[in-house]
């Protein structure tokens, strides 16, 4: 069971085809999202890797509602790709594996959030500031 950075960006480099494809259809990644979400609930206990992804799932909300585009494709299909690796069931170590079997996903969200770390810090920076003006308005 080697699971390593590189070879969790890796699957991510993989994926960035099908991540692509899927950003062109808004509900089929809002499903995505939903789904990564409901998945990462059932992920024990996982360090501070599991307190960036509602962070990643909101920039990718915001980029596919138009709310926010200060971010590359790439960068939204590295995330996108990474939630595709969590819900598929094609994992490098199954999920059913007790505790082990979500280190591949931690390992993909890991790499996913340092591959991004700049623009997701860049726009929970935005996020911040919108909320402020909202709250003084």
Do not use: H
Not at 4 to 17: D, F, M, P, R
Not at 93 to 122: H, Q, R, S, T, W
């Amino acid at each position: 069971m080697d699971i390593s950075i590189e070879k969790a960006k890796g699957v991510l480099e993989n994926g960035l085809n099908e991540a692509k494809e899927l950003l062109k259809d808004t509900g089929k990644v809002d499903e995505l999202l939903k789904k990564a979400e409901l998945k990462l609930k059932d992920v024990p206990v996982a360090g501070s890797v599991l307190a960036d992804v509602p962070t990643m799932i909101a920039m990718v909300k915001g980029y596919i509602t138009k709310s926010y585009t200060e971010v590359s494709v790439k960068v939204i299909a590295t995330m996108v790709a990474a939630f595709i690796y969590v819900v598929k069931k094609q994992d490098l170590i199954n999920d059913d594996v007790a505790v082990v079997g979500y280190l591949d996903d931690i390992a993909i969200l890991a790499a996913a959030f340092m591959l991004c770390e700049p623009e997701l810090k860049a726009f929970a920076a935005w996020r911040e500031e919108n909320a402020q003006a909202e709250a003084q308005a």
